[in-house]
């Protein structure tokens, strides 16, 4: 088991809090003639994010480890801000790529670090987080043109 592998996953379930809240904040709160569409993928993307945390906890305690399970410890641990509430549609589109654009670089050194634990499990969970980012965030950028 490696600590710096844990707590990489743990701030993976810290990130995936904090962008589940926000997300709910942007479905419920997003406004103009994009509506109907961020409105529906908003909420695609937090039911997402519900099954990330469920997986990267149970992993983490898998492991051995205690993942982080307060509002308070995800939003000290996870490198991402909650929404402001002051986000038009198209802020709020910018905000969640750039979001993910910062966890896909953290996912990748969880996977780095997963593959030199030879822990193969974690690595393949890691990695198909992040494919699924990866696909998103292109989505999100064609949005924002």
Not at 40 to 46: A, G, I, T, V
Request: one cysteine or more; proline letters at 1%; hydrophobic letters at 40%.
């Amino acid at each position: 088991m490696s600590e710096k592998l844990i707590q990489s996953v743990n701030k993976q379930v810290a990130n995936w809090t904090v962008m589940y809240v926000k997300l709910h904040n942007y479905h419920w709160y997003v406004k103009g003639s994009n509506f109907f569409v961020l409105h529906e993928k908003f909420e695609e993307l937090y039911n997402e994010a519900n099954d990330h945390i469920d997986e990267l906890a149970e992993r983490i305690l898998a492991l051995g480890g205690n993942p982080v399970a307060t509002m308070k410890d995800c939003l000290d641990t996870a490198s991402i801000e909650e929404a402001t509430g002051k986000e038009d549609a198209r802020d709020m589109v910018q905000s969640v790529w750039s979001d993910f654009d910062k966890m896909l670089d953290e996912l990748q050194e969880g996977i780095e670090l997963a593959d030199e634990a030879k822990d193969e499990a974690t690595g393949d969970m890691l990695i198909a987080v992040k494919q699924s980012v990866k696909k998103h965030n292109w989505m999100l950028k064609a949005f924002l043109g």
